[in-house]
Each structure stands twice: as C-alpha cells, then as structure tokens.
C-alpha cells in the first residue's frame, strides 16, 4: 500500500467513525443498527463501520476497509451486514461518494406502508427536490437491497429512499452529504406526518419546487470565492 492510500484511509476512517455521532446525536438509530460508508476515491475501495459495535466504541481503527465486492481489505472486524448494499451502490453509480443506512422512526414509517413522501415543504423541495420515493422489498444478504435502491434513484433528484418495509438508505458525494440526507430525510417525514394526522397538506406548484430546489442546490450557503475574485 502506498504512503498516500494509507494517509487517505486513515482521513477517511476518522472521517467515517465521526459521522456515525450524528446518528446517535439526531436520534436516527437504536443500538448497532444503522452505518456509514464513504467510497475511497480513486480505489475500488470503500470504509464502513464495523458489525455489532456499539456507537460509542466506534473509533477510526475499527472501521472496516472493503473492496467494492465487499471483501474485506483492512480491517480486525466483521463489517456491517449492510455492506452488500453499499458495495452495489458504489459499483452502479460512480458519482455517489457516501452511503447511510438507518431505520429512522417517521421515515420508516413511510416505509412499512409502502408510501413515498409527497413534497408539501419547502424545505423538501430544497433537499430533495420533490418526493421522497419507496424502493421494493428486498432481503438483506445478496445484490437486492443495492439493485432497488440504485434502480428507485437512478434518475431521481432525491438522495433518498424509503425501501418498503425496511428503513432509509441515502447517498451523497461524500459520507458528510449522505448523512445530512439521512438527518433531513426524517426530519420531513415527522413533519410529514403531523401534516397527514392534522389533515389535508396544502400543494405545491411543480414549477416553485423546481425553483426552489435549483436555488438551495446552486446557491444557498457558503460558497468558495472563485479564483478570478482574488
Ligand atoms: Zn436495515
């Protein structure tokens, strides 16, 4: 391994094991359900937390460093039972630099009945620029969790999906943008759902939707000065 592969795992082994604290810190998981990956770029690589370790024993040196059949490469540790899942979404969709799976409580709600999450906010149409959709069934262990999420957001401005009666997987560029996906995906869907148990949500027009998630994706926030500013 080069001097440069290993200063790159171990930045993304710290990386990842942090992530997992907002997890645990939005109340996104319960006991060692739940993960975080991160795609080691420019390797068929990838880190993701280890099977069946507590949150707060989770630490950069037993994250588990897979290949993207889900072998593992580095590592003392089983990795997450997930990682199937993981391995198949960063071999379908090059773009995806992160990946966060947990069964978040409203969201999965959405989920156990199968019904996607119709866009009545801004702040959805913001992050994930409509609906949040349902993927299929699938059984945990071979390439169908990762076939139907890659097939429900190929195409789809959401970073997010409801796999039917699972839970949430969400994707990023990195494992920062997938876990904030994670954190606002549950944050709609509990609003979503005092909407619906107070009643009728409100529409919104297409086209507002489309303005507004243009803005918050090109605009909002702070932005790196250009180099022809300096
Ligand atoms: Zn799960």
């Not at 630490?59 to 290949?67: I, S, Y």
């Not at 379908?92 to 996607?116: D, F, I, K, L, Q």
């Not at 039917?164 to 979503?192: L, Q």
């Not at 507002?208 to 926030?221: C, H, P, S, T």
Request: hydrophobic share 40%; charged share 20%.
């Amino acid at each position: 391994m080069s001097a440069e592969l290993g200063q790159q795992l171990r930045g993304l082994r710290e990386s990842v094991a942090r992530l997992h604290g907002e997890l645990t810190r939005y109340g996104l998981v319960a006991w060692t359900s739940g993960n975080v990956s991160a795609r080691v770029p420019g390797q068929d690589l990838m880190v993701i937390k280890p099977s069946g370790i507590d949150y707060d024993d989770l630490a950069p040196e037993n994250m588990v460093v897979c290949d993207l059949d889900g072998l593992v490469v580095e590592g003392d540790f089983a990795p997450s039972s997930d990682t199937a899942a993981h391995a198949y979404v960063y071999r379908a969709m090059p773009e995806v630099g992160g990946v966060v799976h947990t069964h978040s409580g409203y969201a999965t709600a959405w989920a156990a009945r199968g019904e996607s999450i119709p866009c009545h906010l801004t702040a959805q149409a913001d992050e994930f620029g409509g609906e949040i959709p349902i993927g299929p069934f699938a059984l945990i262990g071979g390439d169908d969790i990762g076939k139907g999420i890659v097939a429900t957001l190929a195409g789809h401005r959401s970073p997010a999906v409801l796999m039917r009666n699972h839970g949430v997987f969400t994707i990023g560029r990195d494992a920062r943008a997938a876990v904030k996906a994670a954190v606002m995906c549950e944050d709609i869907a509990r609003t979503a759902h005092l909407t619906r148990a107070l009643g009728e949500p409100l529409p919104m027009a297409p086209a507002d939707i489309d303005a507004l998630y243009e803005r918050y994706q090109n605009v909002y926030g702070q932005r790196s000065p250009s180099p022809a500013s300096h």
